[in-house]
């Protein structure tokens, strides 16, 4: 089964809780919470105050992906929030194994993100201690840049490590996935889609019509 994460910096942020309250009922399977610093990457988005807003309102589980210099800085926060799912990017981590059991040993389910130009097998060694793998198939900052085709090579290159060694670990996609894209990334193992502008945030479309359509067809791919 595919998963939706819709992507809350998509949202209208002047009707938030509408929004949060029509993908709730098109059954979605998590919110996808990007916080910047500003530093990793050139821009600033939501915050933990947004997740606690997030928790305070709606139980649907949150995917919160960290694109910080310092993740270790936000774990204990999250967990105490009650968050689901953390990832953050090996390239701005030194003691990577260490941060993973901090994670899990708050509750939550644990991460590792890859820029497009970090290589794979830059994870080989730990990615059996984390829960899922988030792909970035554009750089990670700003919503509405264009998909990078080369990382559906690198998806299955994913796929195809995980399968060798036997784990259970998901594949997450995020970065301009729609109908096209989606499709493209679920045939070469997606587990997971985070869904935004190209997909489920299109001006003059009813988000919740969109969310329950864009889940079925992505899983209509697997049949």
């Not at 996609?173 to 985070?194: F, P, Y």
Request: glycine letters at 6%.
């Amino acid at each position: 089964m595919v998963k939706i994460a819709p992507s809350v910096m998509c949202a209208d942020f002047l009707d938030l809780e509408r929004n949060i309250r029509d993908m709730e009922r098109a059954a979605v399977d998590f919110f996808h919470i990007d916080i910047m610093d500003g530093h990793f990457v050139p821009n600033l988005t939501l915050n933990l105050d947004i997740v606690r807003l997030l928790k305070s309102i709606s139980k649907t589980p949150l995917d919160v992906h960290l694109m910080v210099e310092n993740p270790e800085n936000y774990i204990s926060r999250l967990g105490e929030l009650g968050v689901e799912y953390v990832s953050f990017h090996i390239e701005t981590v030194r003691y990577p194994f260490r941060l993973i059991r901090e994670i899990k040993g708050k509750g939550m389910k644990a991460g590792i993100a890859l820029n497009p130009v970090t290589a794979v097998e830059s994870i080989q060694y730990v990615i059996g201690e984390a829960e899922f793998v988030l792909v970035m198939t554009v750089e990670p900052g700003f919503a509405g840049q264009s998909f990078i085709p080369e990382m559906l090579e690198k998806i299955a290159l994913v796929k195809k490590t995980i399968d060798s060694k036997k784990m259970n670990i998901q594949i997450e996609v995020d970065g301009n996935i729609s109908e096209q894209t989606g499709k493209l990334c679920v045939e070469r193992g997606a587990d997971i889609l985070v869904a935004g502008t190209s997909s489920v945030f299109k001006k003059g479309v009813d988000l919740f019509s969109a969310c329950v359509d864009f889940k079925k067809l992505m899983n209509e791919t697997i049949i």
